[in-house]
């Protein structure tokens, strides 16, 4: 069955420093894969997608990498901020139920340490 | 334009109660999704609706139903509800169904059934 495993559920890090998250797959190739971040309480909300094709994806201080070979994804959050503290979700098309649908991760819970 | 609006934000329901939860986008977009979050599951399909008349089980599908009502509204409903279907529930949608659009998602609806 499909799988996605994020690599921790929690995760503290010093403001100002930089976050790595690790989202890893297994069982497929997905042609893409997308990071989405969840405040409490809210709906999730879609930051970069990365296609299969591209090893890096940034928006401001967010940088994705994509390794097909090794079947996983990195996060980056430079120059951290109490303000990126949220839940980060990772997705991947769903082989489940079609490639036009995704399929999520639980999510790592960022906390930056003011 | 209020991007995709859920209707209630809390229910409580007894066991073997029916409720529907009513979900709009104003986005004028194709595709619409239900999704259940539970602790330690991540977000998980129930069904989806691809364009405006059609609707098809996403992962999780029993116990729920879906009206695709126009292109606008996407509904789910719980016929006799279960303690199992305790939950925060999403609605989403995107522009088409293909592979490289980002999914929009509602604010949730927290459902308790006891």
């Known amino acids: 069955s499909q799988k996605i495993e994020q690599n921790s559920e929690a995760l503290n890090i010093q403001e100002g420093k930089t976050a790595t998250l690790t989202c890893n797959y297994t069982?497929?190739?997905?042609?893409?894969l997308q990071w989405y971040r969840q405040d409490p309480g809210r709906g999730p909300v879609f930051l970069l997608l990365i296609r299969e094709n591209e090893k890096e994806k940034r928006k401001e201080r967010l940088k994705v990498t994509f390794d097909t070979t090794l079947k996983q994804s990195l996060f980056h959050i430079t120059a951290s901020q109490p303000a990126d503290s949220a839940t980060y979700l990772c997705a991947l098309p769903s082989y489940q139920t079609g490639a036009n649908n995704l399929f999520f991760g639980t999510g790592t819970r960022l906390t930056v340490i003011p | 334009n209020a991007g995709v609006t859920q209707t209630p934000k809390f229910q409580v329901l007894k066991t073997g109660q029916s409720m529907t939860l009513q979900c709009a986008q104003d986005m004028n977009h194709n595709s619409m999704y239900w999704y259940r979050q539970d602790p330690g599951m991540g977000l998980r399909l129930i069904y989806y609706?691809?364009?405006?008349?059609?609707?098809d089980k996403g992962e999780v599908p029993n116990g729920y139903n879906v009206s695709r009502l126009n292109k606008r509204e996407f509904s789910l409903r719980l016929e006799s509800a279960a303690p199992s279907q305790t939950s925060v529930y999403f609605c989403a949608s995107t522009p088409a169904a293909l592979k490289k659009y980002e999914q929009y998602f509602g604010p949730g609806t927290r459902l308790t059934v006891t």
């Open positions: 069982n497929y190739s997905p042609a893409y």
């Open positions: 609706s691809a364009s405006e008349g059609t609707t």
